[in-house]
């Protein structure tokens, strides 16, 4: 079993700045990769960004390349997705994930993002 606690979301006016965390606990030594999926209302969950346990790799989804960077600190067992130049459509429950196995199995509770215009 793995835990992840996530925090740092909140309310933003557009192009603002948030940083999110999310620290693992638990098994860590089974996890693959880490990542960070959103879902907005109406919308299906999306990955946003994820990176492989050792930090060497990283991914974005489109819509967020050049302006969300995805991190984490081997020590604390912690990711973190500073979002930067936020949108009103990055609105959207934010949910840490990690992958032990074939998919992301394991889930934050998650946290809101509100961006206003």
């Known amino acids: 079993q793995v835990q992840l606690i996530e925090s740092g979301g909140g309310l933003v006016q557009a192009g603002g700045s948030l940083r999110l965390s999310c620290a693992a606990s638990?098994?860590?030594?089974?996890?693959?990769?880490m990542g960070w999926f959103r879902q907005a209302p109406g919308k299906e969950r999306e990955l946003v960004a994820r990176?492989?346990?050792?930090?060497?790799?990283?991914a974005y989804a489109n819509a967020v390349k050049d302006r969300f960077t995805i991190s984490r600190d081997y020590a604390k067992n912690s990711v973190y997705l500073q979002m930067n130049s936020l949108k009103p459509e990055d609105t959207a429950v934010y949910y840490c994930?990690?992958?032990?196995?074939?998919?992301?199995?394991?889930w934050g509770q998650g946290t809101q993002v509100t961006v206003s215009s």
């Open positions: 994930t990690v992958r032990t196995g074939a998919s992301f199995d394991y």
């Open positions: 638990g098994r860590t030594f089974s996890i693959y990769t």
């Open positions: 990176i492989n346990w050792s930090g060497s790799d990283t």
